[in-house]
């Protein structure tokens, strides 16, 4: 390996090696390679081949994630690392293998995630030589690789450029998914070493044994093509990408500056030597010449750090040099008689000049190019200027002003006028021609057709937009130039002959002689405007005064009169009563007539008073109902599929089009005689209404609620004091009547007690409040209706009330069944005392026995068609007792069975 020696080969990274505590500069070539493709971070198994000193090995450990395994083998010892297992093997040993194998076991682990290796054999001497040896070590270090890798693995290895570089790439190529090639900064230019990473190790079940066979692999099994670098094009570094020739001992290969200058491929020996020498005899004239400048001494030093414009740079400065010398190689030749000689020379002068002519072309189509580039970007930003004074309301009144188009003959030259598209003016056609050079120059580089088109359409638009503006402001002049016309005549009429009146401008239009109108002005208006008259009567035939007109206006004729009336009497079908008000408004209407003709005689106006009727607001309402109810009836009978679609059938009709243009008079008879035939009966708009009704007089729902809230709170009451009841009747150490008197008591708390009514008597002259529970009574009518009550009611009945004294002993009686008594539920008594209303009975506490239950659990279910009455009475026959218990309260009550009779 052709290593650096001397003080130079301690450069940066050797300082900043020391400087980080690394062992061997190489650690930086690790790092780089890290920064780019990131394999440390994942990597939870490391194997270092070749790693003495352990420069990679420290970077290892202090990248990969903590607790992974690194594993570093070499030749010679390495001294221990923290973090990292150091071995003394060769790697090229089966040995190798078994010892690493033992490591890995020992720390339990399988496979290594990434295996690097940065070998170099320690062979010395001829750098082809080394560089077999070095490309051979990889190749072993890809067979322990293929062994100890885990699958989608990663394998980084340092490789030299040489003839065996591809096979190496290949060997790569087919045991990992993907190749990558890189150079870090820290690997010196100065040598062949680059660094290849495979990424994803394939972990094949079987290796192609002749894939890491050296001998099959190096030895022309794959031949990599060999190219001559074209220095023009070709970039610095992929000049020596493909390696060194094959028998190529020394990186540096020098070229002679006489070779070079007199070189029939002077390309040729750019892209193979890596400087050009003048040192020997034949180039001191060269490099003592004055073209040969210190920079191209320099550059002909090192080729291989020259640039694309460098070698341009020697290049021309060869050709100079050739014609500076030509003379004495002329006499050189003519001395020789080398004649050939001199006509190839020129021949190749020829096609350097050529060369350089390309090289001229090129950068000037590159200047115009970038000219071109600079026009387009300042034509774009004009036309968004032109676009941004138009959107901020200004146009440019010369461009777009059409008052400066007097006449016909200035439209006409306008239409003649050609647009220059380069600079975006109007101009007149005759003096473009001198402007062809450029235009034709332009046409080289013009805009393609698309953005000629999309221009045109711009322009277009800019024109359109412009002459709009033109026409809102020709429209606001007209009107105000009218209205000036208008006050110039009555200052006519009020001042009479004033001379001064200076004509306003609008005329100067008129004065433009024997021009043609311009045909783009065109008047808003023929001739004189409408008069006053016709602009109130468009204004009033519009339809929301149709109406009011219907209804007010005394002017209107006799037809006009008949006809709205009759069309608001067929708008809608009217109920009767909208109807007869219709036909009033009519009678009305022709009254008013007759009146106004009358008053029109004498001059004066009678103004119709305004209808005070309230029933306006009623029959408006009525109006409203019959529409809702009209479409609720619709949309009941649209919810059926059937009628939904034979109304839409039915909607066909010669109404849905809206003709135009038909005559009045026809239109006048369609709208008498030609309603549309609804869908809905009368009778179905009448039940909608009857609905609408019910709804109406449906209590609101909180009302609703507070009532339900109201009975079923009555509902707890009473079911507490039933309990309270039972209870009471169940004691035995109180007498019967204490018991009913308990129950009387507990009965009266529950019943809502009802504000008493509070009869007042009205005196003269005070004035009395009625409110609830108070009564107004006239002090005559209260006597008289005392009078009537109690001859309705016989002598002193009315001092027993009757119904009061029956409830009063209803409310109490107990029914005998079983032994048992029952208390009757307070409608079943109220039921028993309107019907048996006129009988005497009274409450008999004997017939009472110690349990009671509720009416219901003693009858069970009602027989169908009985009222509680009959049921009562059904019991007590039924009763083993009843009999003798009817019989008894017939007896103590002195009443019939009739009464009973329920
Ligand atoms: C450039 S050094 C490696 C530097 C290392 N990567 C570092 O960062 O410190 C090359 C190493 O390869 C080792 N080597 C060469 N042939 C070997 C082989 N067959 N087996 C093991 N190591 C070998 C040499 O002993 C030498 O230490």
């Known amino acids: 390996m052709g290593k650096v020696k001397g003080k130079h080969r301690l450069d940066k990274f050797y300082h900043l090696a020391k400087e980080h505590g690394y062992r061997s500069r190489a650690s930086w070539k690790l790092v780089q390679l890290d920064a780019k493709f990131g394999f440390l971070r994942s990597s939870h198994s490391v194997l270092d081949l070749c790693a003495a000193p352990g420069g990679w090995m420290q970077v290892a450990v202090q990248r990969v994630p903590v607790g992974s395994l690194v594993v570093g083998i070499d ?468 339809d929301i005064f149709a109406e009011a007109v219907e209804d007010g206006d005394l002017e209107m004729s006799d037809t006009e009169d008949e006809m709205k009336v009759a069309k608001q009497e067929k708008k809608l079908r009217l109920p009767e009563k909208a109807k007869e008000k219709a036909e009033n408004r009519n009678v009305a209407v022709a009254s008013n007539r007759t009146q106004n003709q009358a008053s029109k005689k004498d001059d004066f106006e009678i103004v119709p008073a305004p209808e005070t009727d309230s029933s306006d607001d009623s029959s408006d309402d009525e109006l409203d109902d019959y529409k809702k109810a009209e479409i609720l009836a619709c949309a009941k009978k649209m919810l059926r599929k059937k009628e939904r679609e034979q109304m839409l059938d039915d909607a066909y009709n010669k109404y849905m089009f809206h003709d135009e243009g038909l005559p009045k008079w026809f239109l006048e008879e369609e709208k008498r005689h030609r309603q549309p035939i609804k869908p809905i009966t009368k009778e179905e708009v009448a039940a909608m209404k009857a609905q609408f009704k019910e709804i109406d007089a449906r209590p609101a729902k909180k009302v609703a609620q507070a009532k339900a809230r109201k009975k079923r709170i009555a509902m707890k009451k009473l079911e507490k004091v039933r309990k309270k009841a039972n209870m009471i009747s169940d004691q035995t150490d109180i007498s019967d009547r204490s018991k009913m008197k308990q129950i009387e008591q507990l009965y009266k708390k529950a019943t809502p007690k009802r504000p008493k009514k509070e009869f007042v008597v009205a005196k003269k002259g005070v004035q009395v409040k009625v409110g609830k529970g108070k009564v107004l009574v006239d002090p005559r009518m209260k006597k008289d209706l005392r009078a009537q009550k109690s001859a309705k009611a016989g002598k002193g009945s009315s001092k027993k009330g009757k119904n009061v004294k029956f409830q009063k002993v209803f409310g109490y009686l107990m029914m005998v069944s079983n032994g048992s008594h029952i208390p009757f539920g307070m409608g079943l008594l109220c039921k028993l005392v309107t019907t048996t209303r006129g009988s005497n009975l009274r409450h008999e506490p004997s017939l009472r026995s110690e349990s009671t239950t509720t009416l219901s659990t003693l009858l069970g279910p009602r027989p169908q068609g009985c009222t509680k009455g009959t049921l009562v009475f059904g019991v007590l026959q039924a009763e083993p007792n009843a009999a003798a218990c009817r019989r008894m309260a017939l007896k103590r009550n002195s009443c019939t069975s009739n009464n009973l009779k329920l």
Request: charge should be negative.
């Open 75 to 542: 030749l010679v010892p390495i001294a221990p690392i923290r973090g990292a297992v150091a071995v003394q093997q060769d790697i090229t040993k089966p040995e190798c293998k078994a010892k690493v194998k033992r490591i890995m076991s020992d720390n339990g682990c399988t496979a290594f995630d990434l295996v690097l290796h940065d070998g170099s054999p320690n062979v010395g001497g001829a750098w082809a030589q080394e560089a077999i040896s070095q490309n051979a070590l990889v190749i072993d270090a890809v067979k322990l690789a293929t062994q100890l890798l885990a699958p989608r693995g990663t394998f980084v290895t340092k490789v030299f450029r040489s003839q065996d570089y591809e096979s190496v790439k290949y060997c790569l190529s087919r045991l990992f998914e993907k190749v990558e090639v890189h150079k870090p900064a820290a690997s010196r230019s100065t040598s062949a070493e680059t660094y290849v990473l495979a990424f994803k190790y394939k972990a094949a079940a079987k290796i192609d044994p002749r894939i890491l066979d050296v001998k099959h692999l190096f030895q022309g099994a794959i031949e990599p093509p060999r190219k001559v670098v074209d220095v023009l094009r070709g970039t610095k570094q992929k000049r020596f990408r493909e390696g060194y020739e094959d028998g190529d001992t020394t990186l540096r290969k020098v070229s002679t500056a006489a070779d070079f200058i007199w070189s029939d491929s002077p390309l040729g020996i750019l892209g193979s030597v890596t400087s050009i020498s003048f040192d020997d005899p034949a180039s001191l004239p060269i490099k003592d010449h004055a073209l040969t400048t210190e920079e191209v001494k320099i550059l002909c030093d090192d080729l291989r750090v020259l640039g694309k414009q460098d070698f341009k740079h020697l290049l021309k400065w060869r050709i100079q040099i050739r014609k500076a010398l030509s003379p004495s190689v002329k006499a050189e030749a003519t001395t020789t008689g080398d004649v050939d000689n001199e006509n190839k020379e020129n021949e190749e002068d020829k096609i350097l000049n050529e060369m350089e002519e390309l090289t001229h072309a090129m950068e000037r189509k590159q200047k115009r190019k970038k000219k071109l580039i600079a026009k387009r970007r300042a034509k774009e930003k004009a036309r968004k200027m032109q676009v941004d004074a138009l959107e901020d309301g200004y146009t440019d009144n010369e461009l777009f002003s059409l008052s400066a188009i007097k006449g016909k003959n200035d439209l006409v030259a306008v239409d003649s006028t050609e647009f220059d598209e380069e600079n975006g003016n109007v101009g007149d056609s005759e003096s473009e021609e001198p402007r062809e050079e450029t235009q034709q120059e332009s046409s080289s580089d013009v805009d393609s057709d698309e953005e000629r088109r999309r221009y045109d359409e711009h322009m277009e638009d800019l024109l359109d937009q412009a002459y709009e503006q033109f026409m809102s402001k020709k429209e606001g002049s007209a009107k105000q130039r009218k209205r000036a016309k208008r006050l110039h005549s009555e200052d006519i009429i009020e001042g009479g002959d004033d001379d001064e009146i200076v004509e306003p401008d609008y005329d100067s239009d008129k004065d433009l002689g024997d021009q043609e109108a311009n045909p783009l002005m065109v008047p808003l208006d023929d001739g004189e405007g409408p008069t006053q008259e016709e602009i109130t009567n468009k204004w009033f035939s519009q």
